[in-house]
């Protein structure tokens, strides 16, 4: 474990120093939220400088920066701050070449007098040069440009690299509406234009990227940097991840290291993924030239119920002669959920010294507890090996917040000059930064012999050692040899050998210890040829089984710098062999079989861009006068092929027992048919593969199957290959949705004849979404989708086109040819998509099956839509939307009109990017329908006159007939309440009196 530090570390860096320090090597650790003795800065970083050696873990901050924030007079109000070192997060970012050292604070923030009130965070870096005797800063996005829309949120130093020639390299993401950006200086050129007194500062020479268009905001470039040599060695050019650009998809520049010019970019795969959050440069497949690894931390992949996990993923972008392939070469996908595997790629050097290099890849949120773990990956001739060979992780109990082990890694540096590079990985949760040394690698092999193989009990060539007794015996002997760079002359090894490993015991022994056991020390010479030793055993039962078991002694010295040597992971340090009795197989006891073999497959053919799930059955016969000792079937697969599993519990399958092995690169599978394999058994089976790996430079690929055994007369059957043919096939779907599915006129309020000014002026807005997907198995590199909608009937117009989206060059006529003003764009309602997938069975014909009369093209004058669609991976979509008007004034009177419009989409596949093509490129036609309905029924018309006046006329002749019904009831002859009108006079003055 090496130093420390109170609040490390931010990044790592590993770099041998001159005097006037004492060790030649010592280590760089960056702690961004150390405090420092700058005056009035809370938390602003520093870098601590740690010697190297054994036991160590005292460290010195380096003092880049002894000021504060510094104020400036701007002739208004007297001093007033300008820069802001507080929560800089300098040491975030720490790089060294030779004697200079590059340390840098991406949080930094300063502000102008345009704008008192606002907080820039350009960031800016230190360079220490010739051994600590001189500090300039270099802050190239502290200048005119700031805010936003400039430099001012460039944060200058996120990411930073040294070329071999120590060339200063920079990325700053935030400029230009995060646009991004990559900025490059010599070490001298940052020298010459430093002056303390000055905040801005122009450094002549400099090489920076512009701002481009502003469909590129938001994409970070420079979120990580490297340098690559290209083609000539001499070349240095940069590397450059761009994670958010590409509609999310995130890819990696490459940039030519004289002009900043782009040579390369490389794509990621998924939407989101963060491809190009890490990048790395180092030489993994020994050809001499530099190879590209991408980390993208949040990829997201499926698992076999059907979940999307994030698990991240790293890609491998191999160096060729003539350039870089536009394909990863090969991709290493993470193990543990949400462990963000990728974030962090470090070049280890050449760790197991077989002549190719190593890298690390850091999953900093990893393990069970999310304290993070590192992967080592060895590097082979064809790139990166696809099983990691060590997982490291940090050795503390789990704490309540993560502790980010593997968030900065350094390697390919050797620290105690052992011969080994070592590693330095940072966690920064806990404030620890730890070295893993390199302990020695020994390449060891063993054999073992057992003569004769096959035996008859009844020779009993041996006598007991003290007694009379005669026994069956057995010679063995076994030979090991061990080499390794760096380690001692002898090499220790403890051997042990077990007679009948799980099997019954007792069966077998050794002669020399009468046990079943014998485990012996042996010292062998490093490079030497084969030490061996011979001894026999004797039988009690047959048949025997010998097992040897090797490893190194544990009890042997370490070596000059403590360290005990270790066996290479590949190493087969335990091995087996069986001796078997013979059977009864005729008058010379000798066996001989007649193997033969019969494959079949469900499939003739694989899919380029498929996973290729295959089933292979065999029907496996021995027709031969004796049994097949240790019959086995192999199977060879080809390069573009893995192995599943067996194909258990159906028909009469034997249960077969088979094992996975990889020998160079040789794969096969080994399945065991008995022991013996009996004269007359026919056995049947079968195997489940994947395909993968498929490349379009092979038409066919090829399984070959085998049935060896250890019998010395014909001992294998004839080679069987399956054949599977190589194809490119595609399956394109297509859905499409009207929205509104039906437009109702008349429109209540809506006056004819006025001039149309906005769009609202013309009618209702109609949506169309149109969209296809790539079914697969295989990719589509280019298509032309074509749209055709009816735009007039009759000579009156129906449709007015307002815009379209589509992530595609399309060209079409003229949208929106009166100029008309338009409502703000809109954008995708979230669940349309799911909408119309819900309805795409339906929306074909919406409406269609209520008009007597569907308007579609070519009846009427039509508005053509033409679009490139580039590359289509599978399961990849792309989604067209037509906005438009239906003219209101055209459809304001029922007769004569159309009563749905139809508008028809074809897509044409004309390119797929493999060597072999299909015989016939896919397409798919369809069609989106918009229905037209009026407030009216068809059947309703005005009430006419005469039903009116009948009406009248009806309701007074009831009248008068009711009357007269009442005249004859008496109704009009009731007496009056006070009787006749002399009554009433009477009664007036006796009234009035009473009153």
């Known amino acids: 474990e090496g130093p420390s530090p109170a609040e490390g570390p931010g990044a790592i860096y590993s770099q041998p120093f001159p005097p006037p320090f004492r060790s030649s090597i010592s280590i760089l650790v960056g702690a961004p939220k150390a405090n420092t003795s700058q005056p009035n800065v809370t938390q602003g970083g520093a870098v601590y400088y740690c010697p190297w050696h054994r036991g160590n873990t005292s460290c010195t901050p380096i003092e880049f920066d002894q000021t504060g924030s510094r104020p400036h007079d701007f002739g208004l109000d007297g001093l007033v701050p300008v820069e802001f070192k507080s929560l800089q997060w300098f040491g975030a970012t720490v790089r060294s070449h030779g004697s200079s050292i590059l340390a840098c604070a991406p949080l930094y923030s300063w502000r102008t007098i345009k704008e008192e009130s606002s907080r820039d965070p350009v960031g800016t870096c230190y360079l220490s040069v010739s051994n600590f005797t001189k500090f300039v800063e270099y802050s190239p996005c502290r200048t005119d440009l700031d805010s936003e829309a400039g430099q001012g949120y460039c944060q200058g ?63 970070y470039l420079g979120y990580s940097v490297a340098v690559i040599p290209l083609k000539v060695p001499t070349m240095l050019d940069f590397v450059a991840g761009v994670p958010k650009g590409n509609l999310t998809y995130g890819y990696v520049t490459v940039l030519n290291g004289t002009d900043m010019r782009s040579l390369y970019n490389f794509s990621g795969e998924q939407m989101a993924a963060y491809f190009g959050y890490a990048v790395a440069a180092a030489d993994v497949n020994g050809d001499g030239l530099d190879d590209l690894l991408v980390g993208a931390p949040l990829f997201m992949e499926k698992t076999e119920d059907g979940r999307v996990q994030e698990v991240g993923r790293v890609y491998v972008y191999l160096q060729q002669p003539h350039g870089m392939e536009p394909n990863a070469s090969m991709v290493l996908t993470g193990e543990k959920e949400f462990g963000r595997f990728g974030s962090t790629l470090a070049p280890l050097g050449d760790l197991n010294q077989d002549g190719y290099n190593d890298v690390a890849i850091g999953a900093p949120f990893g393990g069970d507890a999310q304290q993070g773990l590192v992967y080592v990956y060895n590097g082979q001739a064809g790139g990166v090996k696809a099983q990691h060979s060590q997982v490291l992780q940090g050795h503390w109990p789990p704490g309540s917040s993560p502790d980010f082990f593997g968030f900065a890694l350094r390697g390919a540096k050797d620290l105690e000059g052992n011969g080994y590079p070592d590693l330095i990985v940072g966690a920064f949760g806990v404030d620890t930064a730890l070295v893993y040394r390199g302990r020695p690698i020994v390449y060891a092999s063993a054999s073992l012999s057992i003569f004769p193989a096959m035996f008859n009990p009844e020779e009993r060539s041996c006598t007991l050692e003290g007694t009379d007794t005669h026994v069956a015996c057995i010679n063995l002997s ?35 210890s009468h046990k079943p056991t014998l485990n012996q020390t042996i010292q062998v010479h490093n490079g030497a040829l084969d030490k061996c030793r011979e001894m026999k055993i004797y039988l009690q039962l047959s048949p025997i089984h010998l097992e040897l078991g090797f490893s190194l002694d544990s009890r042997a010295p370490a070596d000059a710098y403590g360290l005990q040597p270790i066996l290479n992971h590949l190493t087969k340090n335990r091995i087996e062999q069986k001796a078997q009795i013979q059977l009864d197989c005729g008058e010379d006891n000798i066996c001989v079989p007649d193997l033969q073999l019969e494959v079949s497959g469900e499939h003739s053919v694989v899919y380029l861009g498929d996973k290729n799930a295959l089933n292979l059955t065999f029907n496996a016969y021995n027709r031969g006068e004796g049994g097949a000792y240790e019959a086995e079937l192999y199977v060879t697969l080809p390069v573009e092929a893995d192995y599943s599993g067996v194909i258990r519990n159906q028909g009469n399958f034997t249960n077969l027992s088979c094992a996975y092995e990889s020998v160079n ?48 007369n014909n001992s294998r059957s004839e080679v069987v290959a399956f054949s599977l043919r190589v194809e490119a096939a595609a399956r394109v779907s297509s859905h499409g949705v009207s929205k509104p599915e039906s437009v109702s006129f008349p429109i209540s309020g809506w006056k004819p004849g006025r001039k149309p000014v906005k769009e609202q002026d013309v009618g209702p807005e109609v949506q169309h979404v149109y969209e296809l997907v790539n079914e697969g198995p295989s990719a589509i590199s280019h298509g032309v989708l074509e749209l055709s909608c009816p735009m007039s009937f009759q000579g009156k117009p129906v449709m007015y086109v307002t815009r379209y989206s589509v992530p595609a060059n399309c060209s079409s006529q003229p949208v929106n040819p009166l100029k008309l003003q338009l409502e703000q764009s809109p954008t995708a309602s979230p669940g349309l998509e799911q909408h119309y997938l819900q309805r795409r069975d339906t ?106 006046i009948l009406a009248i006329l009806l309701g007074l002749l009831l009248l008068a007939l009711l009357i007269y019904v009442l005249y004859k009831l008496g109704f009009f002859k009731r007496s009056l309440p006070y009787g006749t009108a002399m009554e009433k006079a009477q009664l007036k003055p006796q009234a009035a009196s009473e009153a």
């Open 157 to 219: 130093g996120f990411s930073a690299e040294f070329t071999k020639t120590g060339r200063v390299l920079l990325g700053g993401p935030g400029s230009f509406f995060w646009q991004g950006q990559v900025i490059s200086a010599t070490q001298e050129q940052i020298k010459e234009a430093y002056y303390p007194e000055y905040f801005i500062l122009a450094t002549q020479g400099q090489l920076e990227t512009r701002q481009a268009a502003p469909i590129y905001d938001d994409s």
């Open 478 to 512: 076994f030979c090991l040899n061990a080499s390794g760079k760096h380690v001692p002359d002898s090499i220790g090894f403890t051997v042990g050998q077990h007679l009948d490993h799980l099997k019954q015991k007792e069966r077998a022994l050794f002669l020399q």
């Open 665 to 712: 690169r040789t794969r096969t599978v080994i399945c065991d048919l008995g022991n013996p394999m009996k004269a007359g058994t026919s056995l049947s089976g079968g195997l489940r593969f994947t395909v993968p790996h498929l490349r379009d430079n092979k038409q066919n690929i090829q399984f070959e199957f085998q049935i060896q055994s250890k019998n010395q």
């Open 843 to 948: 929306a074909r014909s919406s409406g269609a099956s209520r008009s007597h009369h569907t308007l579609k093209c070519p009846e009427a004058e039509c508005f053509q839509l033409s679009c490139q669609v580039g590359a289509l991976q599978r399961q990849q979509r792309v989604s067209l939307r037509l906005y438009f008007r239906m003219w209101a004034k055209t459809f304001q009177q029922k007769e004569n009109q159309p009563q749905a419009l139809q508008c028809e989409v074809r897509y044409q596949v004309d390119r797929m990017p493999y060597k072999i093509q299909p015989q016939e490129y896919p397409s798919e036609h369809w069609q989106v329908t918009t229905a037209i309905q009026w407030a009216k029924p068809e059947s309703s018309q005005g009430v006419p006159l005469w039903i009116i």
